[in-house]
């Protein structure tokens, strides 16, 4: 029955949904934490565009994809840095801007849309030893650049504003956060397809959510997630025949229900129980005669706890708490 496993395009369709598994919950997390959960269909209507323009010069899709796709992520959180347009109105300019454009050069080099069904939906068995080359790389810097930054990011995606009064690049990582997800779309192309990608980026992190509490443990729990259900979803939609890239999101779409009913019984805890530990109270942290505390970055370390950053100052750990630092 797994004799196809042992094909050569079979081992690299397994391969190529390994590394989307793994690059999509890894930025998916961030882009969930944003509340920009349909931004990878946004992306993904830009890629068609380097798809179609790729069919128009005769260049290799994958690289023109990637990079149409940044530029055209850049061009949104542009934008939406200046003002110029809110993050809804980003979007949409992505979604019918990206998908037009994509037709209307496909159609340019004589192809018409039947050319970019297997980017539409996805295609694992047409994937090549370059694609897997050009995906590995994409997937590293991407899945590199998101556990690297980890605490950067998270507080920034908590609180835009506070990070930025506490002298993080704000700018900056918001610009590292949207390539990485332009690049999480075009490895995914050849996986689920444009069609079907936000869902690689979000169902298995809101699997993972239910499952786990802690920023850093759900993060680490999605992107075993993903991995599980992209390269499970390759096996079984090569034995029952089926779409790959559907099959792939049916079964993370599975594991969220699963989740959601495992998460639902260990919450159903009852209020009096005496097992439950107290809550303890906040200790706000004593004055400090020195400016680290005002969280100058360069004297101050960030460090993820839990769900929230803390910062490092005279040994102790700092949490931010409304006007004030509690001490832990």
């Given at each position: 029955?797994?004799?196809?496993?042992?094909?050569?395009?079979?081992?690299?369709?397994?391969?190529?949904?390994?590394?989307?598994?793994?690059?999509?919950?890894?930025?998916?997390?961030?882009?969930?934490?944003r509340?920009?959960?349909?931004?990878?269909?946004?992306?993904?209507?830009?890629?068609?565009?380097?798809?179609?323009?790729?069919?128009?010069?005769?260049?290799?899709?994958?690289?023109?994809?990637?990079?149409?796709?940044?530029?055209?992520?850049?061009?949104?959180?542009?934008?939406?840095?200046?003002?110029?347009?809110?993050?809804?109105?980003?979007?949409a300019?992505?979604?019918?801007?990206?998908?037009?454009?994509?037709?209307?050069?496909?159609?340019?080099a004589?192809?018409?849309?039947?050319?970019?069904?297997?980017?539409?939906?996805?295609?694992?068995?047409?994937?090549?030893?370059?694609?897997?080359?050009?995906?590995?790389?994409?997937?590293a810097f991407?899945?590199?650049?998101?556990?690297?930054?980890?605490?950067?990011?998270?507080?920034?995606?908590?609180?835009?504003?506070?990070?930025?009064?506490?002298?993080?690049?704000?700018?900056?990582?918001?610009?590292?956060?949207?390539?990485?997800?332009?690049?999480?779309?075009?490895?995914?192309?050849?996986?689920?397809?444009?069609?079907?990608?936000?869902?690689?980026?979000?169902?298995?992190?809101?699997?993972?959510?239910?499952?786990?509490?802690?920023?850093?443990?759900?993060l680490?729990?999605?992107?075993?997630?993903?991995?599980?259900?992209?390269?499970?979803?390759?096996?079984?939609?090569?034995?029952?025949?089926?779409?790959?890239?559907?099959?792939?999101?049916?079964?993370?779409?599975a594991?969220?229900?699963?989740?959601?009913?495992?998460?639902?019984?260990?919450?159903?805890?009852?209020?009096?129980?005496?097992?439950?530990?107290?809550?303890h109270a906040?200790?706000?942290?004593?004055p400090h005669?020195?400016?680290?505390?005002?969280?100058?970055?360069?004297?101050?370390?960030?460090?993820?706890?839990?769900?929230?950053?803390?910062?490092?100052?005279?040994?102790?750990?700092?949490?931010?708490?409304?006007?004030?630092?509690?001490?832990?």
């Open positions: 029955m797994f004799e196809i496993l042992s094909h050569p395009f079979m081992q690299r369709a397994l391969i190529a949904a390994a590394l989307s598994g793994l690059l999509a919950p890894a930025v998916g997390m961030y882009i969930v934490q509340r920009l959960s349909l931004l990878g269909d946004g992306l993904g209507h830009v890629a068609i565009v380097g798809i179609g323009l790729a069919l128009l010069t005769g260049a290799a899709p994958l690289p023109v994809a990637a990079a149409v796709c940044i530029l055209g992520a850049l061009t949104v959180e542009w934008l939406r840095q200046s003002g110029k347009a809110s993050s809804d109105t980003g979007l300019i992505l979604f019918y801007g990206g998908l037009a454009g994509g037709i209307l050069l496909a159609g340019l004589g192809r018409g849309t039947a050319a970019l069904s297997q980017y539409l939906f996805g295609s694992l068995l047409t994937v090549t030893p370059t694609d897997i080359w050009l995906l590995g790389v994409l997937t991407g899945v590199g650049i998101s556990l690297a930054l980890a605490p950067q990011f998270f507080s920034v995606c908590a609180d835009e504003g506070y990070a930025r009064t506490q002298g993080l690049p704000v700018g900056l990582l918001n610009t590292l956060m949207i390539v990485s997800a332009a690049l999480t779309v075009t490895v995914s192309l050849r996986t689920v397809g444009v069609l079907l990608v936000s869902a690689l980026m979000v169902v298995p992190v809101a699997a993972a959510s239910n499952l786990l509490t802690g920023f850093r443990a759900t680490s729990g999605a992107i075993v997630l993903g991995l599980l259900v992209s390269t499970s979803g390759t096996v079984v939609s090569a034995l029952a025949d089926t779409p790959s890239g559907a099959t792939i999101v049916v079964l993370a779409i594991v969220f229900l699963l989740s959601s009913l495992i998460g639902r019984r260990r919450r159903r805890v009852p209020l009096s129980d005496p097992e439950l530990p107290t809550l906040h200790i706000p942290a004593e005669a020195d400016a680290a505390l005002a969280m100058d970055t360069e004297a101050v370390a960030a460090v993820l706890h839990g769900d929230h950053v803390d910062y490092l100052h005279g040994g102790h750990r700092h949490a931010p708490h409304g006007d004030h630092f509690d001490e832990h």
